[in-house]
Structures are given as structure tokens and as C-alpha cells.
């Protein structure tokens, strides 16, 4: 009785499983220089995203320590416009109190 397989014939001539195995091996090495060359540029691409996030954090702290400064300069200033504010205040009260005893003294003038 002889059985036949549909997986793999009895009798395989030695030239077709020498070209069968050369082709496997041919396609393990293809397989495997393609997953190299995905790997390596996965790798590049990783390295190019980490070199942008250092640019990028870079750009940041410079933008930070310009508002900082900024933000410096504008509370030096308000500090000043304050402190001129204060000054204006009181010769503003020093001043109506000097126009409210004129006026006294001019009522009292003019009533007696």
C-alpha cells in the first residue's frame, strides 16, 4: 500500500531540497537583515525624537528664564509706580488739607 502525503512527496531529488534549503536560507537571512534594518531605524528614529525632546526642553527653559526676568522687571516696576503712588497720595492729602484751612480761615474772615 502506498500512502502519498499532500505535505511533502516520498522521494525528493537532492538538487530540488539543495535549492529548497539555499531558498529558506535565502529568505531566513532576507527576513532577518529586514528586521535589522527595521530595528536600526526604529533606533535612529528614537534617537532623532530624543535629540528634538532635548532641543525642545532647551527652548523651554530659555523661554521660562526670559518670562522669569520679565516677570522680574515688571514687579521691580510696579514697586516703583507704588511707592510713586504713595508719594502722590499724601501730597494730594497734604495739599487739601492746606485748601481746607484756606477756606476755613476765609469763612472765618468773612463770618466775624
Not at 25 to 32: A, D, E, G, P, V
Not at 38 to 63: C, D, P
Not at 65 to 89: C, D, F, G, T
Amino acid at each position: 500500500m502506498c500512502s502519498f502525503s499532500s505535505e511533502q512527496p516520498p522521494y525528493v531529488p537532492l538538487a530540488l531540497a539543495l535549492y529548497r534549503s539555499s531558498w529558506s536560507s535565502k529568505r531566513h537571512h532576507q527576513h532577518l537583515r529586514l528586521s535589522l534594518h527595521k530595528r536600526r531605524r526604529a533606533q535612529l528614529q528614537e534617537a532623532r525624537r530624543r535629540r528634538n525632546m532635548t532641543v525642545l526642553k532647551a527652548e523651554i527653559k530659555m523661554r521660562n528664564l526670559k518670562l522669569y526676568m520679565e516677570n522680574q522687571s515688571i514687579i521691580e516696576k510696579n514697586e516703583k509706580l507704588r511707592k510713586q503712588a504713595v508719594l502722590l497720595h499724601k501730597e494730594n492729602q497734604a495739599l487739601l488739607l492746606q485748601l481746607q484751612k484756606k477756606f476755613a480761615e476765609q469763612n472765618n474772615i468773612t463770618t466775624n
